[in-house]
């Protein structure tokens, strides 16, 4: 396919917002504003978090996360090596886990604030405090990890919550740790205001709520775009007050009403949360709602659907016909027992996306209808997605010698299962902390694994000619269609509707491979069905009878771990109609881009060791993005 000269100004591209047009018609005139796209990471934890702290993150905390994101250079809180990010982020969310904030680092720093006790409760609490140090005095504190961690369910399938082998583990150990936490709380957002730079580099606060019921992965990450006046007015609320969604969503409706703060709440690795995360009914088993469904998308606009514990779009169980629906599946819970034996459609977002439809077909709302973004959820307050300066999930995970599991852990996953993502990017009116939750909001958002490519996505019923190559693409897409995150209603016209998309390489990045279009629907009796559409690629590659296109091939050197981009192109200019559209029946689409294949991270840590292949996990990785989907309803 043709590359197609796209100028850099397209990128900080001239978009009309206000005013989209019915089918056909051309918008008033309207001045355009500018908007750009902006990358950045909103799962990201400091030495605030218990399990950063215990997995040897003594001294990252949130100060060194900002600066590391701002491209300085910052001390590894491990290996003590001097590190960078290759290319700064845009803005970043410290997320550190609600749940004992602060906590581990205060009893270490014997500055944490105990509450009275009575002898016993106190003699314990003592101990517990020895058992930790003792742990960390040995490098054993990812062993000590996993008195937090649950087994698995008693009774697979039912309520995780209430099921007999479920614990929370933190209060029984410490008991009441919230003065400590509250303090935390406040020197998280002092960093947070010191650190934001309206224009230049955005901080937003958040947290996680972690709530992780026999093993069962419910996390979310909760951001406001609010500053330190409002969120000085709460503590974060961890799942040790609950571990239901519902009651988080509900404490979000409440604190919003009594300080004025604005929340979302974001879902991450439903990969791992045994097909609850998404399931065609509640957490409790009871169905869903038209309020649920609501309330669902009132506060989670956005889903994570990439980052450094795996890829969450889809499974090759559930997307057979899907030759790259395997990508960096991960094979472990987070609990005592038990790898991951067993997938369900709640577990990945494109089966979600199905399921959502067909709930709306019965209960006329949409519960999944979310956008996506990526993030990377490491521990080492270092947001690293990139393979070749990638410094591991967790503090330890930072050099070759030490990515193997280390005695006495209770997970089996380690530092090679693990990739380098990802990354959350957002075309946004400007760089700034309003401007960056609007466009959360409305889903104007993109997921990708690591490399900065920039994707944009319109939707219509009719772009002009040669749309897809103007100049003013984005003004053209804005004014004739919708963006990624939006709705196409239907226009009382049989026609298709058509489909634009911008696609860039990373500057200092891999070539492109191809533009794909995913597309989900449901018929009239609620019967789920998915394919996968080829919409440009590079090369002079023809799909074979079967419809398949032959692999972009693969440059890496397997012994230095280099490639070149001697394959592939740069830019996509796409245009695309939907050929087995039916108008009365609700869909779903989203693009989905490829990179060349390029070297995984293991690769240059196995090499580095001298071995033949990394000990788990692949020498390449085909980086993507993913857009955020449109959705057509009749």
Same mark, same amino acid.
């Given at each position: 396919m043709?590359?197609?000269?796209?100028?850099?100004?397209?990128?900080?591209?001239s978009?009309?917002?206000?005013?989209?047009?019915?089918?056909?018609?051309?918008a008033?005139?309207?001045?355009?504003?500018?908007?750009?796209v902006y990358?950045?990471?909103?799962h990201?934890?400091?030495?605030y978090?218990?399990d950063?702290f215990?997995?040897?993150n003594?001294s990252?905390?949130p100060?060194?996360?900002y600066r590391?994101a701002?491209?300085?250079p910052?001390?590894? #809180?491990?290996n003590?090596?001097r590190?960078?990010i290759?290319t700064?982020?845009d803005?970043?969310?410290?997320?550190?886990?609600?749940e004992m904030?602060?906590v581990?680092?205060a009893?270490r720093e014997e500055?944490?604030?105990?509450?009275?006790?009575g002898?016993?409760a106190s003699l314990?609490?003592?101990?517990?405090?020895?058992?930790?140090?003792d742990?960390?005095?040995?490098?054993?504190g990812? +062993?000590?990890f996993g008195?937090?961690?649950?087994?698995?369910?008693?009774?697979?399938g039912?309520?995780?919550?209430?099921d007999?082998?479920?614990n929370?583990?933190?209060?029984?150990?410490?008991?009441?740790t919230?003065?400590?936490?509250?303090?935390?709380?406040q020197?998280i957002?002092?960093?947070a205001?010191?650190h934001n730079?309206?224009g230049n580099f955005?901080?937003l606060?958040?947290?996680?709520?972690s709530?992780?019921?026999?093993g069962?992965?419910?996390h979310?990450?909760?951001?406001? #775009?609010d500053?330190?006046?409002?969120?000085?007015?709460?503590?974060p *609320?961890?799942?040790?007050q609950?571990?239901?969604?519902?009651?988080?969503w509900?404490w %979000?409706d409440d604190?919003?009403?009594?300080?004025?703060?604005?929340f979302?709440?974001?879902p991450?690795n439903s990969?791992?949360?045994k097909g609850?995360?998404f399931a065609?009914t509640?957490?409790?088993?009871?169905?869903?709602?038209a309020?649920y469904?609501?309330?669902?998308m009132?506060?989670?606009p956005?889903?994570?659907v990439?980052?450094?514990?795996?890829d969450?779009?889809?499974?090759?169980?559930?997307s057979p016909n899907?030759?790259f629906?395997?990508?960096?599946?991960?094979?472990y819970?987070i609990?005592?027992?038990?790898?991951?034996?067993?997938?369900?459609?709640g577990d990945?977002?494109?089966?979600a996306?199905?399921s959502?439809l +067909?709930i709306?077909?019965?209960?006329g709302v949409?519960p999944?209808?979310?956008?996506?973004i990526?993030s990377t @959820?490491?521990?080492?307050g270092?947001?690293s997605p990139?393979?070749?300066?990638?410094w591991?999930?967790m503090a330890?995970?930072s050099?070759p010698?030490?990515?193997a599991?280390?005695?006495g852990s #209770?997970?089996?996953?380690n530092?090679?299962?693990?990739?380098?993502?990802?990354l959350a990017?957002?075309?946004?009116?400007?760089?700034n902390?309003?401007?960056i939750y609007?466009?959360?909001k409305?889903?104007?958002?993109?997921?990708t694994?690591?490399?900065r490519?920039?994707?944009q996505?319109?939707?219509?019923?009719?772009f002009p000619?040669?749309a897809e190559r103007?100049e003013d693409?984005a003004?053209?897409?804005?004014?004739?269609?919708i #963006?990624?995150?939006g709705? %196409?209603?239907?226009n009382?016209?049989e026609?298709?509707?058509?489909?634009?998309v911008?696609?860039?390489?990373?500057p200092l990045?891999a070539?492109l491979?191809?533009?794909q279009?995913v597309?989900?629907?449901?018929n009239?009796?609620?019967?789920?069905?998915?394919?996968?559409?080829?919409?440009d690629?590079?090369?002079?590659?023809?799909? @074979?009878a079967?419809?398949k296109?032959?692999?972009?091939?693969?440059?890496v050197?397997v012994?230095?771990?280099?490639y070149?981009?001697s394959?592939?192109?740069?830019e996509?200019?796409?245009r695309?109609s939907d050929?087995?559209?039916?108008?009365?029946?609700r869909?779903? *689409? *989203?693009v989905?881009?490829?990179q060349?294949?390029?070297?995984?991270?293991?690769?240059f @840590?196995?090499?580095?060791l001298?071995?033949?292949k990394p000990?788990?996990?692949a020498?390449t990785?085909q980086?993507?993005?993913y857009t955020?989907?449109?959705w057509y309803t009749?």
């Amino acid at each position: 396919m043709k590359a197609y000269a796209i100028k850099a100004r397209l990128i900080k591209a001239s978009v009309i917002i206000a005013i989209l047009l019915s089918a056909g018609s051309r918008a008033e005139s309207v001045e355009p504003v500018q908007t750009q796209v902006y990358f950045g990471d909103t799962h990201l934890h400091s030495n605030y978090s218990f399990d950063a702290f215990l997995n040897n993150n003594f001294s990252a905390d949130p100060d060194t996360a900002y600066r590391w994101a701002k491209g300085q250079p910052v001390i590894h #809180p491990y290996n003590r090596a001097r590190v960078q990010i290759n290319t700064p982020l845009d803005f970043l969310v410290v997320s550190d886990h609600a749940e004992m904030l602060g906590v581990m680092r205060a009893i270490r720093e014997e500055t944490i604030q105990w509450e009275d006790l009575g002898w016993w409760a106190s003699l314990k609490r003592w101990w517990a405090v020895r058992l930790l140090n003792d742990a960390l005095d040995k490098d054993l504190g990812r +062993a000590f990890f996993g008195r937090f961690l649950p087994p698995s369910a008693a009774v697979p399938g039912g309520d995780p919550v209430l099921d007999s082998n479920n614990n929370i583990g933190s209060v029984a150990l410490f008991g009441d740790t919230s003065n400590t936490s509250r303090d935390a709380w406040q020197q998280i957002i002092a960093a947070a205001e010191q650190h934001n730079d309206p224009g230049n580099f955005t901080s937003l606060l958040g947290w996680e709520w972690s709530s992780l019921p026999t093993g069962v992965n419910l996390h979310r990450i909760v951001v406001t #775009p609010d500053g330190a006046d409002k969120a000085s007015q709460y503590i974060p *609320y961890g799942s040790d007050q609950s571990q239901y969604p519902e009651d988080l969503w509900q404490w %979000l409706d409440d604190t919003a009403q009594r300080t004025g703060s604005r929340f979302i709440s974001i879902p991450h690795n439903s990969n791992i949360s045994k097909g609850y995360m998404f399931a065609e009914t509640t957490v409790k088993g009871q169905s869903i709602t038209a309020d649920y469904a609501r309330t669902r998308m009132r506060w989670e606009p956005l889903t994570e659907v990439t980052q450094i514990k795996g890829d969450s779009e889809t499974h090759p169980e559930f997307s057979p016909n899907d030759e790259f629906a395997d990508f960096e599946t991960y094979e472990y819970y987070i609990q005592t027992s038990e790898n991951k034996t067993a997938v369900s459609p709640g577990d990945y977002v494109r089966p979600a996306l199905k399921s959502g439809l +067909a709930i709306a077909q019965t209960v006329g709302v949409n519960p999944y209808k979310f956008g996506f973004i990526g993030s990377t @959820d490491a521990h080492s307050g270092l947001a690293s997605p990139e393979e070749s300066n990638f410094w591991g999930k967790m503090a330890k995970d930072s050099t070759p010698e030490t990515k193997a599991t280390v005695q006495g852990s #209770p997970i089996a996953a380690n530092g090679w299962d693990m990739s380098a993502s990802g990354l959350a990017a957002v075309w946004a009116t400007g760089n700034n902390r309003e401007a960056i939750y609007a466009a959360f909001k409305r889903k104007e958002t993109y997921a990708t694994s690591g490399p900065r490519m920039r994707v944009q996505l319109f939707a219509g019923w009719e772009f002009p000619a040669n749309a897809e190559r103007a100049e003013d693409f984005a003004s053209i897409g804005y004014q004739y269609g919708i #963006p990624m995150g939006g709705d %196409l209603t239907a226009n009382g016209a049989e026609q298709a509707p058509q489909f634009i998309v911008r696609a860039v390489k990373d500057p200092l990045g891999a070539n492109l491979d191809r533009v794909q279009m995913v597309k989900g629907w449901v018929n009239a009796a609620g019967e789920q069905f998915e394919t996968v559409y080829d919409i440009d690629w590079a090369g002079e590659r023809q799909p @074979d009878a079967n419809g398949k296109l032959p692999p972009v091939g693969n440059t890496v050197d397997v012994q230095t771990a280099r490639y070149t981009n001697s394959i592939g192109q740069a830019e996509f200019a796409s245009r695309w109609s939907d050929p087995d559209f039916d108008p009365a029946q609700r869909a779903f *689409y *989203y693009v989905r881009v490829l990179q060349i294949p390029t070297p995984r991270n293991g690769l240059f @840590d196995s090499l580095a060791l001298q071995l033949d292949k990394p000990p788990r996990g692949a020498k390449t990785i085909q980086e993507r993005a993913y857009t955020s989907p449109v959705w057509y309803t009749p």
